[in-house]
């Protein structure tokens, strides 16, 4: 994919690494399997496409990396330890690469989600009403996050206007967590 995008464009910009994956459930009853893809797809996704394409952005003298993380990874999360802690992973390998990508002008900064009404959210059981409701009421703006909310934060991550900005974690929860 990586060299597909190189010689169709030339150069590669910008990265977003967005996947995710979850289930849900006390630890003490998680399958180590589950462990596997949860970190699989949560946190080695991110250092795969990461060591495919930072190379490429500091040879450009440029580039930005937009990693999306969860407030799950900053305050963790009941039922969604090892989530937690892979998304944990991604907010720190963040910091650590917009450190060390500074040098060559790519910045790297992360996106934390919170609640936000998707077919993860749903699958990990935000169909069941009351915790839609429970959720909304401890929302401070009254509702879930729509994918557009997040995708604006990613937007001026990946802008130019963020050019100065690197290492910043950011929450888009509608004030559940706050910095």
């Known amino acids: 994919m990586v060299e597909r995008v190189r010689s169709e ?3 590669i910009d910008v990265l977003v690494n967005n996947a995710g994956w979850d289930k849900a459930g ?3 009853d998680t399958d180590p399997a589950d462990w ?3 970190i699989a797809i949560n946190l080695y996704g991110v250092l795969h496409t ?3 394409v930072l190379p490429i952005m500091a040879a ?3 580039g930005s990396v ?3 993380a969860s407030d799950a990874g900053r305050v963790g999360s009941s039922g969604e330890a090892v989530y ?3 998304k944990g992973g991604v907010i720190a390998f963040t910091k650590a690469t917009a450190r060390e990508m500074a040098r060559h002008q790519v910045n790297a900064n992360c ?3 919170g609640p936000t009404d998707t077919a993860l959210f749903a699958s990990i059981g935000g169909d069941n009403p009351k915790l839609r409701e429970a959720l909304t009421k401890a929302i401070p703006l009254r509702r879930l996050a729509q994918p557009t909310d997040l995708a604006n934060a990613v937007a001026f991550f990946a802008s130019d206007e963020a050019a100065y900005i690197t290492g910043q974690t950011v929450s888009v929860s509608g004030g559940l967590t706050m910095s």
């Open 9 to 11: 464009f030339g150069r």
């Open 36 to 38: 596997d893809r949860v």
């Open 60 to 62: 450009q003298g440029s």
């Open 50 to 52: 990461s060591k495919a």
């Open 26 to 28: 006390p630890f003490v």
């Open 66 to 68: 937009v990693n999306l």
């Open 111 to 113: 996106v934390c989600p």
């Open 84 to 86: 937690s802690a892979a």
